[in-house]
């Protein structure tokens, strides 16, 4: 198991004890293992079959992990819990597929968090895939144009806390075509966000969920692409 990255340590610092955590996405259950070592409970969501026996495997050390087998849009717009964190690392390119449906994701996110609470979420940006993996169905930005969504997407209800950018590629990487796997070389930019969420100021942001379920239908049958990051 990789190990976890350097801001979900800081975040781990920031929560009370017995906080509540969501991991949407949780791929290989670094992040979640995390979590449930620190003894918060933690729900940790994936749809990749892989990822599921991974994350049994945490759940097995720390009974605190509870595993859910379900897709990101569907578990978020189902859900009636709120969190006092949420991690979604590096896979908001395979759910959201334009402008829109990221602001209705960060809508989303923010009524599954309680005030106080915290969001960490990557996005990568300037993604080079292996040439024989399409593409179509992945919202590809340059860092700069990914920027500035999440800047305007985690305005009003969020505060900064952390920000951060890393470059990288990996060798002979994975990637799911259909039901087969491609490995090719792969790079990408990394742009790393750590939000506080705070009470809305103002006209806020609408309180019910029915503006996501359009973005929920525009990307039906979503695959979840198999990447070592």
């Not at 198991?1 to 969501?22: H, N, V, W, Y």
């Not at 969001?119 to 993996?133: A, G, K, R």
Request: aromatic share 8%.
């Amino acid at each position: 198991m990789a190990k976890p990255s350097d801001t979900s340590r800081q975040l781990a610092e920031l929560l009370k004890p017995g906080a509540q955590i969501c991991d949407l996405g949780a791929g290989g259950g670094r992040h979640a293992w995390l979590f449930a070592s620190e003894n918060f409970n933690v729900v940790a969501v994936d749809r990749n079959q892989q990822a599921l026996k991974a994350l049994e495997q945490v759940n097995r050390e720390y009974p605190n992990c509870q595993v859910v087998g379900d897709d990101i849009l569907s578990f978020l717009t189902s859900c009636e819990s709120t969190f006092d964190a949420i991690v979604m690392w590096d896979c908001v390119h395979h759910v959201v597929q334009g402008e829109r449906a990221f602001d209705d994701l960060a809508r989303c996110l923010r009524q599954r968090i309680a005030d106080q609470g915290y969001l960490l979420i990557t996005f990568l940006s300037d993604i080079c895939y292996p040439d024989q993996l399409s593409s179509q169905d992945r919202y590809l930005l340059s860092r700069e144009a990914a920027a500035r969504q999440l800047q305007g997407a985690f305005t009003h209800g969020w505060q900064l806390v952390v920000e951060k950018e890393k470059s990288f590629s990996i060798p002979a990487a994975e990637g799911m075509q259909g039901t087969s796997i491609v490995v090719g070389n792969y790079s990408a930019t990394r742009l790393v966000r750590l939000y506080k969420a705070v009470p809305f100021s103002g006209d806020g942001v609408p309180g019910d969920t029915d503006v996501f379920h359009a973005a929920v239908q525009a990307v039906a049958g979503l695959q979840l692409c198999r990447e070592s990051h």
